[in-house]
T-cell receptor, first 110, second 114 residues
Framework: LAKTTQPISMDSYEGQEVNITCSHNNIATNDYITWYQQFPSQGPRFIIQGYKTKVTNEVASLFIPADRKSSTLSLPRVSLSDTAVYYCLVGNNAGNMLTFGGGTRLMVKP | NAGVTQTPKFQVLKTGQSMTLQCAQDMNHEYMSWYRQDPGMGLRLIHYSVGAGITDQGEVPNGYNVSRSTTEDFPLRLLSAAPSQTSVYFC?????????????FGSGTQLSVL
């Protein structure tokens, strides 16, 4: 299993850009990297997914270096509603080797 | 569209009791899975299924059984509950496993074993 490591918590202020990095040193060739957001008393919700280089959607960007041993989730101009726990997931396309990181608790302050 | 539905939301068991956590999805997803979430440990895969009639073990399968008789349902059974199984349980599904798809999660079941 690919072991993932994330910072336990981060603080930010409204309007700032937030970057959360996940380390996955033993990522396998077939593994994808996916980020999820979780609010209290809810299940995680998909944010973004990538394999290499950069991926961008309407809510976030995902940066993956060439060696793929880490990835960075970038949230532009965060708001109070972005306060949540963010999980990095590394998994292969068979769905049987899925390793979530311990999660990063992001607190956005006014 | 209900998505992934888990029942019950809360449950308290005594050590040694058995129970079944229910999970149903209405998206015709092939892949379904169960996770447990413990403080500071993220989510760990318990069991998963790539289609009706097919199940397999994840990272932490001991003490849990699953079955997949239909595409829609994927129940998780605790045969003899132990305090170590106190956790929040999430069911998730995705459309296929040919390419790693995004997971859709239920809202969770909070289980306490006394």
């Amino acid at each position: 299993l690919a072991k993932t490591t994330q910072p336990i918590s981060m603080d930010s202020y409204e309007g700032q850009e937030v970057n959360i990095t996940c380390s996955h040193n033993n990522i396998a060739t077939n593994d994808y990297i996916t980020w999820y957001q979780q609010f209290p008393s809810q299940g995680p919700r998909f944010i973004i997914q990538g394999y290499k280089t950069k991926v961008t959607n309407e809510v976030a960007s995902l940066f993956i270096p060439a060696d793929r041993k880490s990835s960075t989730l970038s949230l532009p101009r965060v708001s109070l509603s972005d306060t949540a726990v963010y999980y990095c997931l590394v998994g292969n396309n068979a769905g049987n080797m899925l390793t979530f990181g311990g999660g990063t608790r992001l607190m956005v302050k006014p | 569209n209900a998505g992934v539905t888990q029942t019950p939301k809360f449950q308290v068991l005594k050590t040694g009791q058995s129970m079944t956590l229910q999970c149903a999805q209405d998206m015709n997803h092939e892949y379904m899975s169960w996770y447990r979430q413990d403080p500071g440990m993220g989510l760990r895969l318990i069991h998963y299924s790539v289609g009706a009639g097919i199940t397999d073990q994840g990272e932490v399968p001991n003490g849990y059984n699953v079955s997949r008789s239909t595409t829609e349902d994927f129940p998780l059974r605790l045969l003899s509950a132990a305090p170590s199984q106190t956790s929040v349980y999430f069911c998730a599904s995705s459309q296929t496993t040919g390419r790693f798809e995004k997971l859709f999660f239920g809202s969770g079941t909070q289980l306490s074993v006394l």
